[in-house]
């Protein structure tokens, strides 16, 4: 059955009008026009408080997750010994560091006022390490490298110690990788760092750098490693392969194959 609808049947107070249309033109355009300008690929706008990233600090380099970040601690005595066979492990970091273009060596507060340069191999190659130097005499370097350790790694994870250091009876020039866990083996700035170091499962490497051993009629030993080096022994500790087998021990080290 069809029947007939009249609108004049209800009442004014009840009808819902349209909008007219041009009102409801102006609306839609406004809208469209909001929505044009977000873009689904437009980067979120920062606001004054937004928090801000800040470039790495260099106590605490960037690293690729594939490889470990490194702090790479040399033993030695500070001057007037630092030219001797007991401070090959400065020697070598000088010039490793050198044959790396690092930066000059800084004191670091931070760091027990070691001094310290970052090495920068590049993300994808791995070898940023950060450079540091014991400030100490060696028979106590143990509470500066705890020190400099703990600044180091708080930021840390996976970090490995590294710790550079002579290595008497090994051939000169030699590189010696071993455990830490091992035993100091007459090294007093060995003795220092198990001294220091008592936390099990501590992840720290060393690598020796061989400086021979006296020969008879030369005096004790400890006369000898703190005499003025050779023109021959200055070369080879400051030497190219020397540096070269260092440099492959440390990347072994970063891959975690040492």
Do not use: Y
Not at 11 to 26: E, K, N
Not at 124 to 153: F, Q
């Amino acid at each position: 059955m069809n029947e007939s609808f009249d609108s004049s049947s209800i009442p004014a107070s009840a009808r819902v009008s349209a909008p007219p249309a041009r009102g409801r033109d102006r609306r839609q355009r406004r809208r469209s026009r909001r929505l044009s300008r977000i873009s689904p690929t437009s980067p979120p706008l920062l606001s004054s408080s937004s928090p801000r990233s800040s470039p790495p600090h260099p106590m605490h380099p960037v690293t690729s997750p594939l490889f470990r970040p490194l702090l790479v601690a040399s033993l030695g005595n500070p001057p007037p010994h630092t030219n001797t066979l007991h401070s090959a492990g400065h020697l070598v970091i000088s010039a490793l560091a050198a044959h790396l273009a690092c930066a000059p060596f800084t004191k670091s507060a931070a760091l027990a006022h070691g001094a310290v340069t970052i090495t920068d191999g590049g993300d994808d190659d791995g070898g940023r390490w950060t450079l540091w130097k014991s400030p100490n005499m060696m028979n106590t370097s143990g509470k500066a490298v705890l020190r400099a350790w703990r600044g180091w790694s708080g930021a840390m994870t996976g970090g490995r110690l590294v710790v550079l250091h002579d290595e008497l009876e090994a051939a000169l020039g030699s590189v010696q990788v071993r455990s830490g866990q091992m035993g100091a083996r007459g090294h007093n700035g060995l003795r220092s760092l198990k001294n220091s170091f008592t936390a099990p499962g501590l992840p720290w490497v060393r690598i020796g750098i061989g400086i021979g051993r006296p020969e008879r009629g030369e005096g004790n030993v400890s006369d000898w490693v703190l005499r003025d080096l050779t023109k021959r022994e200055a070369q080879v500790l400051r030497g190219e392969e020397v540096v070269e087998r260092v440099l492959a021990a440390l990347r072994r080290i970063e891959k975690g194959q040492e």
